[in-house]
């Protein structure tokens, strides 16, 4: 059984009051041209018509809003109760993949005033890989810059890439392809800095000691988290938009970026002075993982890290 089967039901005297005013908008209207009307013409025809108006727009309003209010009503208690407590928690949005969800991050960040955070594995569905970037890729890292000629504080947390080889099997990737994409991203954030000396400090950049299992990118107003499933990547996984100082921004802020970002042992910061980050890069690309094996097994790809490396030192 319907909870208002009428108009009348949900606003009770609404439609009488507006068929009223069309009512006397007519009849004075009408009254216009009779003879009695006199002087009072122009008076007539103007108060009429805005009755008769403001009549007929209050009648499709009424009937209009009736509908959608029924629509409502209609639903079952459990789903109005279910979206009250996903909008309650702080989720704005759910999408398919991360694609939708930077879009409206990347507006964020054009009108942050605070800081960016950051927090991913390689950033290669972001902004590329090393100095190449497309469509999306090269906005967000347009923003990016911008936000740093602002003054923002911009703070990155990778993986460190003696442990990403726990990604890739799963990723079905080659041994030392994820690696390679952290070092080359690193190489463009460290050229970034070098670019903009004045503003190097801003950006921040550490290595955190495993793989992710959630890739966060957050304002102060906004957050998009995106998890890692075993077997996919985050990219092409559903994400969730939260609104800045809801209960799960702050949950996810604390506990997937904040104490990582703090707590001592976990991380290896890189170094804001441009020749000591570059030493570090370098020793990274020698480096052995978890396993006890080169970082980056491939002899080729090695040394084209090295000359990536040695351009921008140059």
Sequence with gaps: MKPFSKSSDIFPGGIAFNVLLIILGSVI????????????????????????????????????????????????????????????????????????SIEEMIKSMDIEEQEIIIVGCSLKGLIGVGFDAIGEQSKFREGIVHALKKNIGINILLTDPRYACFRAVQEARNVGDIEAEIIENLLYFIRLRYQNPRKASNLKIKLFHGTPTIFLLATSKLMVINPYPYFSTAFGSF?????????????????????????????????NEFTSA?????????????????????????????????????
């Excluded at 939260?242 to 707590?263: F, I, N, P, V």
């Design 29 to 100: 209207s009408l009254f216009a041209f009779t003879r009695e009307a006199g002087k009072l013409v122009g008076y007539c025809e103007a108060f009429g018509s805005a009755l008769f108006v403001a009549g007929f727009v209050g009648f499709l309003n009424v009937r209009l809003l009736s509908k959608e209010v029924n629509r409502i009503v209609e639903e079952p208690f459990e789903n109005i109760s279910f979206i009250h407590t996903i909008r309650g928690a702080g989720i704005e949005n759910i999408y398919r993949n991360r694609v939708r």
């Design 278 to 314: 570059c030493v570090q890069i370098k020793a990274l690309i020698e480096e052995v993982n978890q396993h006890n094996l080169p970082v980056i097994p491939d002899k080729e790809k090695k040394q084209r890290l090295l000359n990536m490396l040695k351009e921008i030192e140059k």
């Design 239 to 271: 994400s969730f938009e939260l609104w800045g100082g809801s209960e799960m921004y702050k949950a996810y802020y604390y506990s997937h970026y904040s104490r990582a970002w703090t707590t001592p042992g976990t991380t290896t910061d890189i170094s």
